[in-house]
């Protein structure tokens, strides 16, 4: 299995930015998709963004369509997922996560992914 190291976590004020990396070390083949997620206190884990490994084909949750921004560079093996327009109501832990199933209607999907990254603190404060 693959082992996520997320960073670029921190504190913000409303309307500003981060760039959260996630780097991918695996010894076996690579994840068909990458995905990050986020979990506020006393919240169920939610999506964010993922893409596929191979093509690069996206997909957002809503509620961050047009402000956030996932991209990955396959020969660092690290995914990001740049923030925008950042809000309170994005706060929360984010998690970046790897999925090996070929089926792309999951890719949003926490339960579908295998592995998981420790997690890195957004603060967004009003």
């Known amino acids: 299995q693959v082992q996520l190291v997320e960073s670029g976590g921190g504190s913000v004020q409303a309307g500003g930015s981060l760039r959260l990396s996630c780097a991918a070390s695996s010894r076996t083949s690579s994840p068909y998709g990458m995905g990050w997620f986020r979990q506020a206190p006393g919240k169920e884990r939610e999506s964010v963004a993922a893409?596929?490994?191979?093509?690069?084909?996206?997909a957002y949750a809503d509620s961050v369509k047009g402000r956030f921004t996932i991209s990955r560079d396959n020969g660092k093996n690290t995914v990001y997922l740049q923030m925008n327009s950042l809000k309170p109501e994005d706060t929360a832990v984010y998690y970046c996560?790897?999925?090996?199933?070929?089926?792309?209607?999951?890719?949003?999907?926490?339960?579908?992914?295998?592995?998981w990254g420790q997690g890195t603190q957004v603060t967004v404060s009003s």
């Open positions: 893409i596929s490994w191979g093509g690069g084909v996206t």
């Open positions: 996560a790897a999925k090996y199933s070929t089926y792309w209607a999951a890719i949003l999907t926490p339960r579908a992914y295998d592995s």
